[in-house]
């Protein structure tokens, strides 16, 4: 079977489009569509390294993660299969809880979803990364996942995309719990990004 050329797919998708657009206004319909293009041409794709470390409490009243959804409501316990959290934690270079608001480099919000089984408890996650950067303002870098809640490995969430000047980006993040105190309930974790995203 003979392949076709992407020239040759994108000049059929055109005329089909074309003829679409065409029908509907012989027509008098409406449409969705207002424009057919040919794909944008990309400035070179550049693999970003970004380290950053994240501060996560649980203690009011400067909590930063909060029980939002469970099975009982906000009275879920917190391991329980379905308990939803909500967070908005603090970014930082350095592995150490900021105490002013220029240790603060970011903030990654979201929310993750417990599902305990056998021996481990999974956790569906979605993050938007906002960074303070002069070159990352106004730009928002978002993940989505499945990781495992604990300490000692290394977890991996892949980027789905992103705004401003992470428009197209693709990567994964990397990261690692470095402390968890089970009594103040302070958690800081180590991310490594690894993006693809659009040179300038």
């Keep these: 079977m003979t392949k076709l050329s992407p020239v040759t797919i994108l000049f059929i998708l055109s ?27 990309h400035k070179k794709m550049v693999l970003t390294h970004l380290t950053f470390y994240w501060h996560e409490s649980f203690v009011a009243p400067n909590a930063s993660a909060v029980i939002i959804a469970g099975v009982n409501s906000t009275d879920s316990a917190i391991r329980a299969f379905g308990t939803t959290y ?32 056998d021996n481990e408890i999974a956790l569906g996650v979605i993050m938007n990364v906002a960074l303070k950067e002069e070159m990352f303002v106004d730009s928002i870098l ?21 705004s401003g ?14 402390s968890a105190d089970p009594i103040t309930r302070q958690n800081i974790v180590k991310f490594d990004v690894y993006v693809n995203m659009l040179s300038k």
């Design 15 to 41: 005329i089909v489009s074309v003829a679409l657009i065409s029908f509907c206004n012989a027509h008098g319909s409406k449409s969705v569509v207002k424009d057919v293009r040919k794909p944008l041409k």
């Design 86 to 117: 909500a967070y908005d934690n603090p970014l930082t270079i350095e592995p150490i809880v900021p105490t002013t608001a220029s240790e603060v480099v970011g903030r990654a919000q979201g929310y993750y979803t417990t599902y305990p089984g």
């Design 142 to 162: 978002t993940f989505e996942g499945r990781i495992l809640s604990g300490t000692g490995f290394v977890r991996e969430v892949p980027v789905i995309g992103g």
């Design 165 to 178: 000047v992470f428009r197209y980006a693709t990567g994964y993040y990397q990261s690692e719990m470095l």
